[in-house]
């Protein structure tokens, strides 16, 4: 989402303000093992990895207003993304 808000073409992501770039620098930043466990429970629900980890970072971005407010657009672009770049063993 960082880098998305910094092309003008993408404009699903508008430019952030220095504390938005700080708090998702910091997802990048301060990814734990206990970040990385969370996501394996939560694909233990979901069956999916890529689904996991995509609650995974809503659930984070929740606690950021600037970037919440973005993040409700991003699924969509989000999931055309993952369906035009990754693959997957069951595909």
Known sequence: MLQLSEIPEIV????FSESAKSFLQGLIDDFS???ALEVKNIERVTNHDVKAVEYFLKQKCQSNAEVAKVEV???YLYAALC???CFDYEL
């Not at 699903?12 to 430019?15: F, G, I, L, T």
């Open 12 to 15: 699903e992501v508008p430019s």
């Open 33 to 35: 093992v206990d970040d």
């Open 73 to 75: 657009h991003l699924v």
């Open 83 to 85: 369906s035009a770049f």
